[in-house]
C-alpha cells in the first residue's frame, strides 16, 4: 500500500564505525540481533510495565510489552509494505532505557538529575546504553547501531526541535523519521492500552461493563461477543472483547496512514520526512477510541490507590539510593572506572537506570536496610 514510502536497508546512512557487510542478514536484522543479546534487552524481564509482578504470575513486564509492540508493528509494517526488519529492531529497542519501577522510576530520576541542571528520559538513556553502555565488542563502544535505528530511538514518541540539545543535532532535528519509526508510537499506545486493560482485570481492579461504560466502541464489541458466545465465561468473553479492540485499533491505524499519506502527497520517503508533520496516524474514530482508553485507564488504574501506593514507596527508594551513591561513589560497580568522564551524578543516574527492579530492592536492602518502607 506505501512500499514506495518504505525505507530500504540499502539507504541506511550507515554505522559510526564503519563495519563490513555481513553474508545474508541486511544491516536492520543485524541491528535486531544486536540488540536482542544486550544485556539491557534480557533486563527487561524483571522491569515493571505497569502492575508490579507480586500479585500475579501472569501481569505483563516490559519485556512481554516489548514483544508485544514489536508483534503490532510488524504487522502494520508488513500490511503497509514497509521495512519489516528496521520496524522490528525499533520495536525490540523502544524500552530498553527505561529504569525500574515504570514511570514512577523515571520521574524519580528526572527529578534528581534536575537537581544537577540535568534530566533523565528513557528515550535517551537507551541512546546512551547503544551508544556506550553496553560494552561487548572489541571494534567498537556500545552497538554500533545504524544510524536510523538510532534517529528512532529518539524521534519514534516525539519530533525534536533543531538546538534543543547538542547531543540530538546529529539526529536530523529539522526533519520527521521514516514511516518505519513513526508507527512504533501508536503500535506502543495499542500494545499498552490492551495490555493495561487486560492486567488491570487479572487484578480485579476493573470489569468489562466498566470498559464499556466508558468507551462506546467496546460497549458495541462486548455486546457483539456477549451475543455470539452466550455460554462463555466472562473471562472468555473479555478475552475476545480484547481481541477485536485490538483489531479495530490496529486496522484503525493502517488505514489512517494510508489516508493520510494519500492526503499529503508524499511520494518517497525524503518527503516524508520534509513533511511538516508526521504520516502515521489513526483514523478519527480509532484515535477517538484510543483517547477513551487512555483517559479510562487513568482514571480507573494508573490512578487507584493499588497504583499510587507503589509509586510513592518506589520513588522515595530511588531518591535515597541516589543520595547514598552521590555520598558513596566508591561503592559504584566497576563501570565507573578511571578514565570514565562522567560526573558522578550521571554515573549513579546509569547505575541505578539500568537496575531491574529485583535487582533495585537487593541492593537497597543491603545498603539503606530493609526495603518495605
Ligand atoms: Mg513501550
Redesign the pocket.
Known amino acids: 500500500m506505501l512500499s514506495h514510502l518504505r525505507f530500504s536497508s540499502d539507504e541506511s546512512r550507515g554505522r559510526r564505525y564503519p563495519e563490513p557487510e555481513h553474508a545474508y542478514r541486511n544491516p536492520f536484522q543485524r541491528d535486531r540481533d544486536r540488540i536482542v543479546y544486550s544485556r539491557a534487552f534480557r533486563r527487561l524481564e524483571n522491569k515493571t510495565q505497569v502492575f508490579a509482578p507480586d500479585l500475579s504470575d501472569h501481569f505483563r513486564n516490559r519485556l512481554t510489552?516489548t514483544i508485544e509492540?514489536a508483534e503490532i508493528a510488524r504487522t502494520v509494517a508488513g500490511v503497509l509494505g514497509l521495512n519489516e526488519d528496521l520496524t522490528e529492531a525499533l520495536a525490540l529497542v523502544?524500552?530498553v532505557g527505561h529504569p525500574p519501577f515504570a514511570h514512577a522510576g523515571e520521574e524519580a530520576l528526572d527529578r534528581e538529575m534536575q537537581r544537577y541542571g540535568e534530566r533523565f528520559n528513557h528515550n535517551v538513556q537507551a541512546l546512551r546504553l547503544v551508544d556506550m553502555l553496553e560494552s561487548r565488542y572489541p571494534r567498537f563502544p556500545g552497538l554500533n547501531l545504524t544510524f536510523e535505528v538510532r534517529e528512532g530511538i529518539v524521534k519514534h514518541s516525539r519530533d525534536l526541535t533543531p538546538g534543543e540539545s547538542p547531543a540530538l543535532d546529529q539526529y536530523l532535528p529539522e526533519l520527521r523519521p521514516p514511516l518505519e519509526a513513526q508507527l512504533i508510537d501508536l503500535a506502543?499506545e495499542t500494545a499498552?492500552n490492551a495490555a493495561d486493560l487486560d492486567d488491570a482485570y487479572d487484578a480485579e481492579l476493573l470489569r468489562p461493563e466498566d470498559i464499556a461504560a466508558a468507551v462506546p466502541v467496546y460497549a458495541e464489541i462486548l455486546e457483539t461477543v456477549e451475543t455470539s458466545f452466550p455460554g462463555a465465561t466472562e473471562r472468555e468473553r473479555f478475552h475476545e472483547s480484547l481481541r477485536h479492540l485490538i483489531d479495530g485499533l490496529v486496522s484503525g491505524l493502517i488505514d489512517g496512514t494510508v489516508a493520510s499519506a494519500r492526503a499529503a502527497g508524499v511520494q518517497n520517503v525524503e518527503e516524508v520526512r520534509q513533511f511538516p508533520s508526521r504520516i502515521v496516524r489513526f483514523t478519527n474514530d480509532a484515535g477517538a477510541t484510543s483517547r477513551e482508553l487512555k483517559k479510562f485507564l487513568y482514571q480507573r488504574v494508573y490512578s487507584s490507590s493499588e497504583l499510587s501506593e507503589d509509586r510513592v514507596r518506589s520513588m522515595e527508594q530511588l531518591e535515597r539510593l541516589f543520595g547514598y551513591f552521590m555520598a558513596h561513589p566508591e561503592m559504584l560497580p566497576g563501570e565507573s572506572e578511571p578514565g570514565d568522564a562522567r560526573p558522578v551524578h550521571r554515573a549513579v543516574c546509569d547505575y541505578i537506570a539500568g537496575m531491574t527492579d529485583g535487582f533495585f530492592l537487593k541492593t537497597y536492602t543491603a545498603l539503606l536496610g530493609s526495603s518495605s518502607v
Open positions: 510489552h509492540v523502544h524500552d506502543d499498552y
